[in-house]
């Protein structure tokens, strides 16, 4: 839904001819792009550095939406803070998800170690409904709430774990990208206070292929943030996204992309300017 309206604006907007194919997903789309069967589309940092490490093609256009880490257990068991999660069962998010990798490694920065049970993020709402897990992990944009969290809450309510300043500032000290991140209250029914959290402010994002034509990428990226007011009301998710948040990207951004955000003002850091950027 958010793809098909948003790139409907870009297109009516610019008169950029783009068609939008489905795929089974952000791994799907990565790949794609890569591969140089699709031009634009949606990647999620942690499964690029995952699958491609530093040896891809694909460049930034802009982010859509933070990718927030949603620590979740039963408010029935007892468990305030991540640490009481130690000898727990308890999902870290869906099984070879990039985001779950990192999950149990904050989890090990602890020295927390639940038991984990491992399976897709259904499998984990299904245990947690059936009790056989205390809780499960997810990371969504923060803006929406997650359907699985939406029905497990119903079956069986849920507290979302804050994480404290000093927990906070460890873990963003080893993982640079991470920041702060505030939930909002009310974002999932029965949550009536905001929560602290995580989040990779440009974890997901839609990136192109660097053979992209510049222009073309320019074009779309400066008719996505004039538009952007528009879309946002209509996917409350990407709210939290903004112009400025293309600067936490994990991954160079694209030649076009580049004169957008520098003809808006921001200066771009050297690790953001792609090897064709310099020639």
């Known amino acids: 839904m958010w793809a098909a309206l948003t790139w409907t604006i ?6 950029l001819r ?26 999620d940092a942690a499964l690029v550095m995952r ?11 802009f982010p859509f ?13 007892n468990i305030k803070t991540l640490k009481d999660l130690n000898g727990k069962k308890w999902n870290p998010g869906p099984a070879g ?14 020295g927390i170690k639940p038991v984990y049970h491992q399976g897709t993020l ?6 947690y409904t059936d009790r056989q897990i205390v809780g499960f992990s997810y ?46 209250a009310k974002l999932y029914p029965g949550q009536n206070e905001p929560f602290t959290t995580v989040a990779t402010l440009a974890g997901n994002a839609i990136a192109a292929n ?7 990428v320019y074009t779309a990226t400066k008719s996505y943030w004039k538009n952007f007011k528009n879309i946002s009301k209509q996917f409350p998710g990407v709210s939290g996204a903004s112009p400025g948040a293309a600067l936490a990207s994990q991954i160079p951004l694209h030649v076009g992309a580049i004169k957008y955000y520098e003809e808006v003002g921001l200066k771009i850091p050297a690790h953001l300017v792609p090897p064709e950027a310099k020639k």
Request: hydrophobic fraction near 40%; glycine fraction near 6%.
């Open 65 to 77: 939406a933070p990718a927030v880490w949603q620590f979740a257990v039963a408010k029935d068991a």
């Open 139 to 184: 990371r969504g944009t923060g803006g929406d709430p997650t359907s699985a969290m939406v029905e497990a809450n119903a079956a069986r309510p849920i507290l979302f774990l804050s994480l404290s300043d000093e927990e906070i500032a460890k873990v963003t000290q080893r993982w640079p990208d991470l920041s702060k991140f505030q939930v909002r």
């Open 122 to 127: 259904g499998d984990a709402a299904e245990a």
């Open 51 to 61: 699958d491609f490490k530093d040896k891809h093609d694909l460049r930034t256009i």
């Open 210 to 216: 660097k053979d992209m034509p510049a222009e073309a």
């Open 97 to 110: 998800g990039g985001s779950t990798h990192i999950t149990m490694q904050i989890m090990d920065l602890f």
């Open 10 to 15: 870009i297109s009516n907007d610019t008169g």
């Open 18 to 43: 783009i068609t939008v194919v489905d795929t089974a997903g952000t791994e799907e789309s990565m790949h794609q792009l890569q591969n140089k069967k699709a031009d634009m589309g949606n990647y």
